[in-house]
T-cell receptor, first 115, second 115 residues
Framework: GESVGLHLPTLSVQEGDNSIINCAYSNSASDYFIWYKQESGKGPQFIID?????DKRQGQRVTVLLNKTVKHLSLQIAATQPGDSAVYFCAENIGYGGSQGNLIFGKGTKLSVKP | KAGVTQTPRYLIKTRGQQVTLSCSPISGHRSVSWYQQTPGQGLQFLFEYFSETQRNKGNFPGRFSGRQFSNSRSEMNVSTLELGDSALYLC??????????????FGEGSRLTVL
């Protein structure tokens, strides 16, 4: 069935280190993937996205890698900062008819940054 | 530019009651989606509206309904509340119409507690 899941529910890293958050998806028809960050008491915030015709996309301190062969998605955060502490969700777009609001979210990974 | 605004932020209801939640999207955004977030199930898609039409619907019972007005503001209603409806209800808006990327801008949510 369709599912988006995360390999690790929690991740603890030292400030300044790089963080890698992983995600597996099962719907090979998905063509768009997004990473969201959710801080306590707030709604999810868009971080970066990637289309299935790409395998890598970089943003500011973040990189998303897509491996369609094994249906795996990862988010890399460089020089992790305390402000990066949050829950990170991957999501896939399986909307039909052009719908873009139907995202399937993973369960989330809680990232804790130690000073 | 104001973000997505959801009201009320917190509310407590009892079983059997009904509730209406409101969402004002970012100005100019025509797509509004609703999600339910619980610790056990994570973020689950409820429905999406575009130009006052429901474009997509998640796997929720008919007690969950919504609508969108001509000014793009949206409401969702849950009737005959059950304990399991306790959750954070998130609204998200998007600037694009059919197709395009799936970047969603989330509000801070309405936290519903059913006693």
């Amino acid at each position: 069935g369709e599912s988006v899941g995360l390999h690790l529910p929690t991740l603890s890293v030292q400030e300044g280190d790089n963080s890698i958050i992983n995600c597996a998806y099962s719907n090979s028809a998905s063509d768009y993937f997004i990473w969201y960050k959710q801080e306590s008491g707030k709604g999810p915030q868009f971080i970066i996205d990637i289309r299935s015709n790409m395998d890598k996309r970089q943003g500011q301190r973040v990189t998303v890698l897509l491996n369609k062969t094994v249906k795996h998605l990862s988010l890399q955060i460089a020089a992790t900062q305390p402000g990066d502490s949050a829950v990170y969700f991957c999501a896939e777009n399986i909307g039909y008819g052009g719908s873009q609001g139907n995202l399937i979210f993973g369960k989330g990974t809680k990232l804790s940054v130690k000073p | 530019k104001a973000g997505v605004t959801q009201t009320p932020r917190y509310l407590i209801k009892t079983r059997g009651q009904q509730v209406t939640l409101s969402c004002s999207p970012i100005s100019g955004h025509r797509s509004v989606s609703w999600y339910q977030q619980t610790p056990g199930q994570g973020l689950q898609f409820l429905f999406e509206y575009f130009s006052e039409t429901q474009r997509n619907k998640g796997n929720f019972p008919g007690r969950f309904s919504g609508r969108q007005f001509s000014n793009s503001r949206s409401e969702m209603n849950v009737s005959t509340l059950e304990l399991g409806d306790s959750a954070l209800y998130l609204c998200a808006s998007s600037p694009r119409g059919a197709g395009g990327s799936g970047e969603l801008f989330f509000g801070e949510g309405s936290r519903l507690t059913v006693l």
